[in-house]
């Protein structure tokens, strides 16, 4: 789908010389002289190079259709992680580079959309909020208050966050999965 140079925005992906694109910064400049433009820093999503280029407010560039399914998450193995579609029952290997940290908070069954471009899997949108155990943390020091202060606490998947005095190890735990904070006791 073509669009304008001047409808880019930050987080599309691009099709542009014969690679797929992934805009990281755009900043849209109307000079005293000459005609606007577009300034956009792009990634390649393949490649894992970057591009600065300059559209004119005229041109058109391609946006990539991205095709995107709701699958639950089965396993992992040495390289790979595992989702099955709840439809087909079919299931589908991810690379776990493609998912990177995200992967940590996978938890079986665990419906996530993931996006697909001609049929290979590119990126993995999580559930806003998932549960999670605190396996350790640090004892509460007297005197603290609780608005002000966090203490470190590390989830049953190995990932540290911060936490409010009050929770101890065992507690259940509601986390964002787009920040990594803590969000509420359960």
């Given amino acids: 789908m073509k669009i304008n140079a001047g409808e880019i925005r930050v987080g599309m992906l691009l099709e542009y010389k014969n690679d797929l694109w992934q805009v990281l910064k755009t900043q849209h400049v109307k000079p005293g002289k000459g005609g606007a433009f577009a300034q956009v820093e792009m990634k390649s999503v393949g490649k894992n190079t970057k591009l600065n280029e300059r559209f004119r407010s005229s041109e058109t560039v391609e946006k990539a259709s991205l095709e995107e399914n709701n699958l639950n998450y089965l396993y992992a193995d040495e390289n790979n992680y595992v989702f099955m579609d709840p439809k087909t029952f079919e299931q589908i290997e991810i690379k776990k580079e493609i998912i990177g940290d995200k992967g940590k908070l996978l938890t079986e069954n665990l419906e996530v959309s993931i996006s697909f471009y001609n049929e290979n899997p590119i990126s993995i949108e999580l559930p806003n909020q998932v549960t999670c155990r605190i396996e350790t943390t640090d004892v ?3 005197g603290q208050t609780v608005s002000s202060s966090y203490k470190p606490a590390t989830l049953d998947n190995g990932l540290g966050i911060q936490v409010p005095p ?11 999965t787009r920040t990594l904070e803590y969000i509420k006791k359960i």
């Fill in 140 to 142: 509460a020091l007297k």
């Fill in 166 to 176: 009050f929770i101890d190890s065992g507690d259940e735990v509601i986390i964002d």
